[in-house]
């Protein structure tokens, strides 16, 4: 059995499929993208192709070390991405062939369910409360909000106290529920580190995440240690080395992008790095179906994974929602704010083909450009 072929596919709302097969008809589906370089992340895949066209696609963790090591310069966001979405694929046809679950071929499953959680609000938030009722009618525990629009490098008590009365009203409108909170990077350490004093004093988020920017890691033990809200990171890290500084800082979610860190490989190792760190996992996760599914199978595995982000319903949703491309939606549904452990092989979901294919060549989807009042660069 060798790989003979690999596509990938640009899909509405802001997705990139990719499909891999072997001489003898074996399918596995990935999801490589980086949001707002979809078209950059597809020529990382046709580089990579070179070395995967003809090799044996049993060789998983071979052609991980192979991809990530084989050239003198490496990593990045890209990079990294295109190789996401390959060792997906991979790890989909080794549990297909086995037939079994991928989290079989992780040493078994640790837990029957894991909880769910999405987003409400938008970019820039508004009416939370009335999106937050919505969500926990339908079964949901457990939301998270952009805790605020553009923020400025010192901000006003009139912003900080916004944002305390933003998350406040979402969390009365869960009715008993949980709200996170996502800082998005927007915050300079002095907002943050004043944002996080508001926020302990009035309100009870379940995690704040991403309070500050990646280049700013060597911030966050202070920020972690001076306060007793729940520091999330990890979308923007992309491998285990990546996530060292961040660990030893002190957070308390790891998260991790299945479709950035390196996939299923990678995702499995930082989980278990975070482990040795006493830190839980909740993988990071707004993008399409093959990414959630990758997701449920590690988080089915590993023993401190908490919970699970799903973009059903996300406002970049536009087009396309998370359901779409699949032949049958109960693999990937909530149930009472649950998904439930999947029991298909490979990722555990059948994607629609004809539907990729006929959805193929869509606009690639660019980030927003912020800017403050004063014209300056504002981080989105």
Same mark, same amino acid.
């Given at each position: 059995m060798r790989i003979s072929r690999i596509e990938t596919f640009s899909v509405a709302p802001r997705w990139q499929?990719?499909?891999?097969?072997?001489?003898?008809?074996?399918?596995?589906?990935?999801? !490589?993208?980086?949001?707002?370089?979809?078209?950059?992340?597809?020529?990382?895949?046709?580089?990579l192709s070179e070395v995967l066209i003809g090799a044996d696609p049993t060789r998983i963790e071979d052609l991980w070390q192979t991809m990530t090591r084989g050239g003198f310069y490496r990593g990045g966001p890209e990079r990294s991405s295109a190789i996401s979405g390959i060792d997906q694929a991979l790890w989909?046809?080794?549990?297909?062939?086995?037939?079994?679950?991928?989290?079989?071929?992780?040493?078994?499953? /640790?837990?029957?369910?894991?909880r769910a959680y999405v987003w409400i609000g938008g970019d820039d938030p508004a009416e939370v409360a009335e999106h937050a009722a919505i969500r926990a009618a339908e079964g949901y525990s457990a939301v998270k909000m952009n805790a605020s629009g553009r923020m400025r490098h010192?901000?006003?008590?009139?912003?900080?106290?916004?944002?305390?009365?933003? /998350?406040?009203?979402?969390?009365?409108?869960?009715?008993?529920?949980? /709200?996170?909170?996502?800082?998005?990077?927007?915050w300079t350490p002095d907002v943050a580190r004043t944002m996080v004093r508001a926020l302990e004093h009035n309100v009870a988020p379940l995690f704040l995440e991403e309070p500050l920017v990646p280049e700013l890691a060597h911030r966050l033990r202070d920020l972690c240690a001076g306060t007793s809200v729940a520091i999330a990171t990890g979308e923007r890290l992309y491998s285990r080395w990546d996530?060292?500084?961040?660990?030893?800082?002190g957070i308390a979610l790891a998260q991790p992008d299945v479709s950035h860190a390196g996939g299923i490989s990678e995702m499995r190792r930082i989980a278990a790095l975070a482990e040795l760190h006493g830190v839980g996992l909740a993988p990071h996760c707004p993008l399409g179906p093959i990414a959630l599914a990758a997701c449920i199978q590690v988080d089915i595995a590993s023993p401190n994974a908490v919970l699970q982000e799903s973009s059903l319903g996300v406002h970049y949703n536009d087009g396309a929602d998370l359901l779409?491309?699949?032949?049958?939606?109960?693999?990937?549904? /909530?149930?009472?704010?649950?998904?439930?452990?999947?029991?298909? !092989?490979?990722?555990?979901?059948?994607?629609?083909?004809?539907?990729?294919?006929?959805?193929?060549?869509?606009?690639?989807?660019?980030? !927003?450009?912020?800017?403050h009042e004063d014209g300056s660069h504002a981080e989105w």
């Open positions: 499929f990719l499909r891999m097969e072997t001489d003898d008809g074996l399918v596995g589906w990935g999801e !490589p993208i980086v949001e707002g370089s979809a078209d950059v992340v597809a020529a990382a895949v046709d580089s989909d046809m080794r549990g297909k062939a086995l037939g079994v679950p991928v989290y079989d071929l992780l040493g078994g499953p /640790v837990r029957d369910r894991i010192l901000e006003s008590r009139v912003a900080v106290q916004g944002v305390v009365e933003r /998350v406040e009203a979402a969390t009365a409108a869960m009715g008993g529920g949980d /709200v996170a909170i996502d800082a998005h990077g927007r996530f060292r500084e961040a660990l030893e800082a779409d491309y699949l032949v049958d939606a109960a693999p990937l549904t /909530v149930r009472d704010g649950w998904f439930e452990r999947p029991t298909r !092989p490979g990722l555990g979901i059948d994607i629609d083909e004809a539907a990729v294919r006929k959805a193929a060549g869509a606009a690639v989807w660019r980030s !927003p450009l912020w800017r």
